[in-house]
């Protein structure tokens, strides 16, 4: 399995960006985590094989997750980027079913991240 996010770079507030995650394998759900500097991962976007998505209430209604299934690869799109959105984003994909519902967003797998650095 191999997850190789890409589109990360350096934005203005305000500005926007589209992350990529080339995948390879069959996942039920796939879903985008950050990291700020000093703190511990957190949840982003997630979305399900049938194109549900759930998103973290930070980025509600800024962020957006989708899907190309023909080329298996999800994207986030982030606009309205703030400051504090200034961390590494992280793909992850879950071949567990369950763990793409509720509260239990645990990867099975993780791409090596990608730096967003907002200013």
């Known amino acids: 399995v191999q997850l190789v996010e890409s589109g990360g770079g350096s934005v203005q507030a305000g500005g926007s960006l589209r992350l990529s995650c080339a995948a390879s394998?069959?996942?039920?759900?796939m879903s985008w985590f950050r990291q700020l500097p000093g703190k511990e991962r957190e949840r982003v976007a997630r979305i399900r094989k049938d194109g549900s998505t759930n998103y973290a209430d930070s980025v509600k209604g800024r962020f957006t997750i989708s899907k190309d299934n023909a080329k298996n690869t999800p994207y986030l799109q982030m606009d309205s980027l703030k400051p504090e959105d200034t961390a590494m984003y992280y793909c992850?994909?879950?071949?567990?079913?369950?763990?793409?519902?509720?509260?239990?967003?645990?990867?099975?797998?993780w791409g090596q991240g990608t730096q967003v650095t907002v200013s």
């Open positions: 992850a994909a879950n071949i567990l079913l369950f763990r793409c519902y509720g509260d239990s967003w645990l990867p099975s797998y």
């Open positions: 394998g069959n996942f039920n759900c």
